[in-house]
């Protein structure tokens, strides 16, 4: 039914988003952002427990937006109208009803590491980095996920990860708390049951009621507001030199 993520409901009591481009790393294509919206209101309508987000292969979770639907070469309104699709995205999924867990099969960088915090928890194998490395390309994140980071973690923590903008690792994540857990991807079945067991052994109700909570205290709909600005800012960045240079040599590079 879609082409670029697959969507599951498990018996088990738990639907699953997986970004399905293995070979450009799961950037998040422009017919991607539809499918994921498409997606999130199945799983709404879904009789679960929890929703899982994770990615396809056995390199990159989400190597952030892709860069041939999202180039540099874009007006500010372009870019905006067209980066403000994902973070209607993101902001639907971190309020979505249900408790949300990214299950990372490895680099999240850039937008891959705003759509992780979109969702509650983070859990990633040792191996694999994650940055929010927008600064190194001369932009700031351009989904929301900057607003996110700040509700996620202590406001000095992600202050840090957004103006370094490198991958951190595993470990680096787990101490700063983006990461919950660090999982072992040699067991993947074992491992995911560890990680749901919490919240498929609730029952529907309670589960609900700990989200709303969590809504509630964390993500009021002013939040919203905090994401369209960030958005926005991105977008008078997004014509900058550092920027279209970053784009044009990964393009080129990738092109030879
Ligand atoms: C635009 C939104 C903005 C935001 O709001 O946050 C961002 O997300 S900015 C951040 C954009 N992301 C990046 O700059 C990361 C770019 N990718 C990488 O650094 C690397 O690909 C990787 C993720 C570290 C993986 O490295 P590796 O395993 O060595 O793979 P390759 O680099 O060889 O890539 C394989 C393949 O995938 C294509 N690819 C990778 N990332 C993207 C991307 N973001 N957009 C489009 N295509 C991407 C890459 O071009 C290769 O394709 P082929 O050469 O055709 O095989």
Redesign the pocket.
């Known amino acids: 039914m879609y082409n670029t993520i697959r969507f599951d409901i498990h018996e088990a009591g738990y639907a699953q988003m997986t970004l399905s481009r293995p070979?450009?790393?799961n950037?998040v294509s422009l017919e991607m952002v539809e499918e994921l919206k498409d997606a999130l209101e199945r799983a709404k309508e879904a009789d679960i427990k929890c929703l899982v987000v994770t990615g396809e292969g056995s390199?990159?979770f989400c190597?952030?937006?892709?860069?041939?639907d999202?180039h540099a070469d874009l007006t500010s309104e372009d870019v905006f109208s067209t980066?403000y699709k994902?973070k209607e995205f993101l902001y639907d999924l971190a309020r979505f009803p249900l408790p949300t867990l990214a299950i990372l099969n490895g680099?999240a960088?850039?937008?891959?590491c705003?759509l992780a915090t979109a969702c509650d928890f983070r859990y990633g194998p040792e191996w694999a980095s994650y940055g929010f490395?927008?600064g190194r390309?001369g932009?700031i994140?351009?989904?929301g996920?900057g607003a996110l980071l700040y509700k996620r973690l202590p406001s000095l923590v992600a202050y840090r990860m957004l103006v370094e903008s490198k991958p951190f690792s595993a470990a680096q994540c787990l101490e700063m708390g983006w990461l919950q857990d660090i999982y072992d991807q040699s067991f993947i079945k074992e491992e995911m049951e560890r990680i749901l067991q919490p919240f498929l052994s609730k029952s529907t109700d309670q589960i609900k009621e700990f989200k709303q909570q969590y809504i509630r205290y964390e993500f009021p709909i002013s939040l919203s507001v905090e994401m369209d600005e960030e958005v926005r800012r991105?977008s008078t960045l997004w014509g900058n030199d550092q920027h279209k240079k970053a784009v044009n040599s990964?393009l080129t590079e990738?092109n030879k």
Request: charged letters at 20%; one cysteine or more.
């Open positions: 070979d450009q790393r950037a390199d990159a190597s952030g937006g892709d860069l041939y999202f980066l994902m680099h960088l850039g937008g891959g705003e490395i927008q390309l932009i994140p351009g989904w996920g991105c990964f990738k």
